[in-house]
């Protein structure tokens, strides 16, 4: 089974609109830690905000937000007031702790696109 | 520099050429990954460096496959007799913890280097 699953290949948004990217997550272990990363044409992995599993709010980082929903092992990445600049593929990730691999896990990713 | 440095940005090779890959991880950081992305694909893990541990070598694809990190800095990945399916993007990571946990073990990526055999 997949440990991280985005299931929208491609999304099309509107400037100025919000959208949300989704992830689900498996993992038997109760330390774990999520990411999202924005990876532009240019090809690097940007860093976009990080949610532990014992986090009890939401992480947020400018226009980027996380709706972290732990009973459901989803890990929703919103991004409010969408700009040209966004465009690009995001990937989420996850960490397990002590009872699992320390190398991150990467989903495959999903292709953004903002519309002007 | 401040990032995390990778060079060549890109490298076209024949089929049966070995090739090297280098990766300059930002200053202080103990562990170093090296990734690598086909085309439309998510990242595959190929290889970790944490200190001075033995690296964990389980994502390597093939025996073609080898990586080593001098002087805790510096990581080069080199791959042998290529072949076109190496074709790809390899991403070098690097965080400033490997075990811990948090906001720490953050990955700051290169900028990859786009590997073609022809």
């Known amino acids: 089974a997949q440990k991280i699953t985005q299931t929208q290949p491609g999304m099309f948004v509107q400037e100025k609109e919000a959208v949300t990217l989704d992830c689900t997550y498996d993992?038997?272990?109760?330390?774990?830690?999520l990411f999202w990363y924005k990876q532009p044409s240019s090809g690097e992995m940007i860093f976009l905000i990080y949610?532990?599993?014992?986090?009890?709010q939401n992480a947020t980082e400018g226009r980027y937000s996380l709706n972290f929903q732990k009973a459901r092992k989803s890990a929703n990445l919103v991004i409010s007031a969408s700009q040209l600049g966004d465009s690009a593929m995001y990937f989420c990730?996850?960490?397990?702790?002590?009872?699992?691999?320390?190398?991150?896990?990467f989903g495959r990713g999903t292709s953004l696109i903002v519309h002007p | 520099g401040a990032g995390v440095s990778q060079s060549p940005s890109n490298k076209v090779t024949e089929k049966g050429k070995d090739v090297e890959l280098r990766c300059d991880p930002i200053?202080?950081?103990?562990?170093l990954y090296w990734y690598r992305q086909s085309l439309g694909q998510g990242l595959e893990f190929l290889i970790y460096?944490?200190?001075?541990?033995?690296?964990?070598k389980s994502g390597l694809p093939s025996d073609r496959f080898s990586a080593e990190r001098t002087g805790g800095s510096v990581s080069t990945l080199t791959i042998q007799r290529t072949q076109q399916e190496d074709s790809a993007v390899y991403l070098c990571?690097?965080?400033?913890?490997?075990?811990?946990?948090?906001?720490?073990?953050?990955?700051?990526f290169g900028a990859g280097t786009r590997l073609s055999v022809l």
């Open positions: 200053s202080g950081h103990t562990a």
């Open positions: 460096f944490q200190g001075n541990s033995a690296p964990d």
């Open positions: 993992t038997s272990d109760q330390s774990y830690g």
């Open positions: 949610q532990g599993s014992y986090d009890e």
């Open positions: 990571a690097s965080s400033q913890l490997g075990l811990a946990g948090g906001v720490q073990n953050i990955q700051y």
């Open positions: 990730a996850m960490r397990e702790g002590r009872g699992g691999s320390y190398i991150p896990t």
